[in-house]
């Protein structure tokens, strides 16, 4: 298993750097936008443009899990 600590070290570092990121990003957010949270915030950086996206969309972009019980996409399709 040649490869393993190196791929594990890059996946700490990457995570390490993820969540300085979103301290960061956080830190500001609440100077701009105290009580928004920073998925309420990448739902609004998506709605933003108008055009109208489904639940999914809205889901994926703002990095939250979608819900396997709600419907409403099949519909739009």
């Known amino acids: 298993m040649t490869g393993t600590k190196p791929q594990?070290?890059?996946a700490h570092l990457l995570s390490r750097a993820e969540h300085a990121a979103?301290?960061?990003f956080t830190a500001a957010l609440e100077a701009e936008?105290?009580?928004?949270?920073?998925?309420?915030w990448w739902v609004?950086?998506?709605?933003a443009d108008g055009?109208?996206?489904t639940m999914t969309e809205i889901a994926e972009h703002a990095l939250l899990p979608a819900c396997p019980f709600?419907?409403?996409d099949a519909a739009d399709d």
């Open 8 to 10: 594990r070290d890059l």
């Open 22 to 24: 979103v301290r960061r």
């Open 33 to 40: 936008a105290p009580g928004c949270s920073l998925e309420q």
């Open 44 to 47: 609004l950086d998506l709605l």
């Open 51 to 53: 055009e109208g996206h």
């Open 70 to 72: 709600y419907t409403s």
